[in-house]
């Protein structure tokens, strides 16, 4: 089995930080690219931010220059510095990874449980 079990979540004024943390788990031979997606009641699921094993990141046009993605491949985790939050960031984040179980399968998508984010004053 493989889990990603996302963390840092919460409730924070407009202008304020966060840092989203996910790790991943269970039986892995490989992680391909990992990102962060989120989803505002009443809306479809958006991408936020990803990053590419080797290090490439793409961003939502809504979040660059705020967010920032990054990945420890020795502890199989990525993570999202969020600054100068707005109240329409508000979602649910989910960390997302690409990942390979054997050497003879191949990889899929996997989700965490997803983490609240609330930005209000």
């Known amino acids: 089995q493989v889990q990603l079990v996302e963390s840092g979540g919460g409730l924070v004024q407009p202008g304020g930080s966060l840092r989203l943390s996910c790790a991943a788990s269970g039986s892995i031979v490989s992680i391909y690219t990992m990102g962060w997606y989120r989803q505002a009641p009443g809306k479809q699921r958006e991408l936020v931010a990803t990053i590419t094993t080797g290090g490439s990141t793409k961003y939502a046009d809504s979040v660059k220059d705020r967010f920032t993605v990054s990945r420890d491949n020795a502890k199989k985790s990525v993570y999202l510095q969020m600054n100068s939050l707005k109240p329409e960031d508000t979602a649910v984040y989910y960390c997302?990874?690409?990942?390979?179980?054997?050497?003879?399968?191949?990889?899929?998508?996997?989700w965490g449980q997803g983490t609240q984010v609330t930005v209000s004053s």
């Open positions: 997302n990874a690409d990942i390979r179980r054997t050497v003879v399968s191949s990889s899929r998508d996997y």
